[in-house]
């Protein structure tokens, strides 16, 4: 058997099943009945069960029966990485500076998500963006649940994704930012409740949200996309924390029919 929880968890699970425990010799003690029932549709199979039968009886001459009767099986802890860490009992995850690193390495586009709230628009830089569904047009963005942007689509149940051209870095970084009128002296369009469209962005997309779920710090937004559009030229590129623009040969590539 393979624990990737530690014997605690094994024990904790083996314990909510009913399948069995761990024993003081840290061996797994598998009840054979209860074993049995896993079998579902083959309860009812005689072959099934004559096999069954022979696997039982195979464990009990080389003495691994024991009273119940119950299986005793060898456990093993799994360290699958040298990037794994232990982080609680039953649990292991790897830390956050290691996660943003090693995801860091998924290089994607830049792009500016806003909303109107109260009449005001409101926007922020987003990397976490991606297509979800063609038919119907649906994507989604993860906004960390801090950000007054996304407590704003939470509340407007709109925003318009503006994906960002080589030359906005700077939009980027100031959108990036906290509190202030971010819009100040910046040009956009857009009807007039409906979310601030950036002059200059590669292409944008009007969406409107029909779920919002919890994961972890952050909110998924899933949306569908009501109006696209495309301005052209080349796209503000993201990788290991950088942004920069994409190398002329693919984009050359890509602009080909
Ligand atoms: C390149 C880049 C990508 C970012 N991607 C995200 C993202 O995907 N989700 C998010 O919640 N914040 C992201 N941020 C951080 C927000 O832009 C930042 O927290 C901002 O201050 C939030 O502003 P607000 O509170 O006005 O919405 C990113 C920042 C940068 C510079």
Same mark, same amino acid.
């Given at each position: 058997m393979s624990d990737d929880g530690g014997n605690e968890g094994l024990a904790q699970a083996l314990a909510l099943t009913g399948l069995g425990k761990v024993g003081a010799d840290g061996h797994a003690y598998l009840e054979v009945e209860a074993l049995r029932q896993l079998s579902g549709e083959h309860a009812a199979d005689p072959e099934w069960q004559a096999g069954f039968d022979a696997m039982i009886g195979y464990a009990r001459a080389g003495g691994w029966l024991a009273a119940g009767p119950s299986l005793r099986a060898h456990c093993e802890t799994r360290q699958d990485d040298a990037?794994?860490?232990?982080?609680g009992a039953a649990r292991q995850t790897v830390s956050p500076d290691d996660f943003r690193y090693v995801i860091?390495?998924?290089a994607s586009g830049i792009t500016v998500v806003s909303t109107r709230h109260g009449g @005001? #628009?409101? /926007?922020?830089?987003?990397s976490a963006v991606s297509s979800l569904s063609l038919a119907p047009p649906m994507l989604v963005i993860c906004m960390n649940q801090q950000s007054v942007t996304a407590?704003?689509?939470?509340?407007?149940?709109t925003f318009a994704v503006n994906i960002l051209s080589e030359d906005q870095s700077a939009m980027a970084e100031r959108f990036a930012g906290k509190g202030g009128d971010k819009f100040a002296d910046?040009?956009?369009s857009? @009807? #007039?409740? /409906?979310?601030p469209l950036l002059d200059g962005s590669l292409a944008t997309l009007e969406c409107r949200v029909v779920q919002q779920v919890s994961g972890g710090s952050h909110t998924?937004?899933?949306?569908?996309?009501?109006?696209?559009?495309v301005g052209g030229g080349s796209p503000l590129a993201y990788f290991r924390g950088r942004m920069g623009r994409l190398d002329?040969?693919?984009?050359?590539?890509a602009s080909r029919p």
């Open positions: 990037m794994t860490r232990s982080s860091g390495h998924f @005001r #628009p409101c /926007g922020t830089t987003v407590q704003a689509v939470s509340a407007s149940r910046v040009p956009f857009g @009807r #007039p409740d /409906g979310p998924v937004f899933l949306a569908e996309v009501v109006r696209a559009r002329d040969e693919l984009v050359d590539r």
